[in-house]
């Protein structure tokens, strides 16, 4: 069965420095993979998804960055952290059936 | 554009009792996926249903039930029997296939009362 793991849980992190939230997929191979954000009490926010290696699509600009070295790994950046990047950060993948599955969810504070 | 609204953003219902989230979109397309998702205080999206557009049958998963109402453009969840442990927030999401979007509902709060 596939599996999705991304970490860290929870980090805190001083504005501008550089951020790494790592996601990875087992059980499938070339899945679509997807970063959103959730901030507090709001729903869910498309940052990037994927459809291959190397291949990313922006959907906010911001100051964050994605990218994907292995098929089933996608991981979230960003070289300077601002005070509005905190939130709860959650990759998902999507099925052949066309539904999406997510991590357990990355809690970022930048203080 | 595609929204997702969830017009309550409070619920509560007894335990063992019966609750319905509402739910409505917006699309101009006819073949799309509907879905619900449940967050629990750990934060992690489970999904608790899932609804093709084309069928017109409700999709059904133990005590959690859909009524899909493709023409009036709503999807609401009926939960059954509820639990303790079905208290969380519920994402109603909107899915097409190839546009590789999922659009989400701001949420709504499910208080379990003992």
């Known amino acids: 069965s596939q599996t999705i793991h991304q970490w860290p849980a929870t980090l805190v992190q001083p504005v501008g420095s550089p951020l790494s939230l790592e996601c990875t997929v087992e059980?499938?191979?070339?899945?679509?993979l997807y970063w959103y954000r959730q901030a507090a009490g709001r729903g869910l926010q498309l940052l990037f998804y994927?459809?291959?290696?190397?291949?990313i699509s922006s959907e906010v600009p911001q100051n964050l960055s994605a990218s994907r070295p292995q098929d089933r790994q996608f991981i979230l950046s960003s070289k300077k952290l601002l005070l509005s990047d905190s939130g709860f950060y959650l990759c998902?993948?999507?099925?052949?059936?066309?539904?999406?599955?997510f991590g357990e969810g990355s809690w970022l504070t930048v203080v | 554009a595609q929204t997702v609204t969830q017009s309550q953003p409070e619920m509560s219902v007894q335990e063992a009792e019966t609750v319905t989230l509402s739910c409505t979109y917006d699309?101009?397309?006819?073949?799309?996926?509907l879905f619900w998702y449940k967050q629990p205080p750990s934060r992690q999206m489970i999904l608790v249903i899932r609804?093709?557009?084309?069928?017109?049958q409700n999709a059904t998963e133990n005590r959690f039930s859909v009524n899909f109402q493709k023409a009036a453009k709503s999807f609401s969840l009926k939960i059954s029997d509820s639990q303790l442990g079905d208290a969380a927030m519920y994402f109603c999401?909107?899915?097409?296939?190839?546009?590789?979007?999922?659009?989400f509902g701001t949420g709504t709060r499910l208080k379990v009362l003992a």
């Open positions: 998902a993948w999507e099925s052949p059936g066309n539904t999406i599955y």
């Open positions: 059980g499938t191979s070339n899945p679509n």
């Open positions: 994927s459809v291959g290696i190397g291949q």
């Open positions: 699309t101009s397309e006819s073949d799309y996926y």
């Open positions: 609804q093709e557009a084309y069928k017109q």
């Open positions: 999401a909107y899915g097409y296939s190839g546009t590789y979007k999922y659009i």
